[in-house]
């Protein structure tokens, strides 16, 4: 693999699994100094270990950044770990599907914490520590779901459709200082996290409506997002770039 992040120092939010985890075994292989976010110390040490194991460097960040505190602590974290802070990757989510009816405060409340404020409160740091000489990128992953819904859905669309007007409005502010801010829109991948909303009936429709037929991987996203990342996408910012191998916008 090239080393096209040679000597970044990254953070990436939920990278104790799924997406995340895949990115940061990506980026460390790039050359990046990656710096493992999740919930719990147990989810990011085996893989900090595996990219160590790897020959790549890494560092242990378990924070909660579902909260202010905890998102300014992280980036800053990161930054006395790795002496530079290049790139934040805005992973992170926590996801519930329900009913109009049935949606309830607390859950959409925690939503919003992980999967849409952690990313404000993430650029406003992350523009503080980045240096404006190198300048630096910030990759939110949204979905597929900010631009075609499905029903029981309201509040996980909504925080992913917002997370693209956070990207374009970040992209205009940020770019005076250098910093390029896009998204990832992901179809249905599996993972460990998208288990329980997964059946091998609606794989096999979504297979079959999917022009690549196939479902996407965690190993598609990471690439797609170590690209937004690198110098390859130096001139692309406030784009969001749907990884679906062409479901959301055709018709089979």
């Not at 040490?45 to 960040?61: C, L, M, N, S």
């Amino acid at each position: 693999m090239n080393q096209d992040l040679l000597g970044r120092v990254a953070l990436i939010t939920g990278a104790g699994a799924g997406i995340g985890r895949e990115t940061a075994l990506q980026m460390a292989a790039r050359g990046a100094v990656v710096c493992v976010n999740d919930i719990k110390e147990e989810l990011v040490i085996p893989v900090v270990d595996t990219i160590k194991d790897r020959g790549g460097k890494a560092f242990a960040v378990p924070m909660n950044i579902a909260s202010r505190e905890g998102i300014r602590d992280a980036i800053r974290r990161s930054f006395e770990l790795g002496g530079r802070f290049d790139i934040l990757v805005n992973n992170a989510a926590w996801v519930r599907y329900q009913a109009i009816p049935e949606i309830m405060l607390e859950t959409m409340d925690r939503m919003l914490d992980v999967g849409f404020k952690s990313v404000v409160w993430g650029l406003q740091e992350a523009m503080a520590v980045m240096d404006p000489q190198r300048g630096g990128s910030i990759v939110n992953v949204a979905s597929v779901a900010a631009l075609r819904s499905a029903a029981s859905s309201v509040v996980y669309s909504g925080i992913k459709a917002g997370i693209l007007g956070i990207t374009r409005a970040a992209a205009a502010e940020l770019g005076a200082r250098n910093i390029r801010v896009n998204a990832v829109c992901p179809s249905a991948v599996p993972t460990e996290g998208t288990q329980r909303n997964r059946n091998a009936e609606r794989d096999a429709n979504r297979i079959a409506r999917t022009p690549l037929g196939r479902l996407g991987t965690v190993e598609d996203i990471a690439r797609a997002i170590c690209f937004l990342a690198s110098d390859d996408a130096g001139f692309i910012t406030a784009q969001a770039l749907t990884v679906d191998g062409g479901i959301t916008l055709t018709n089979i």
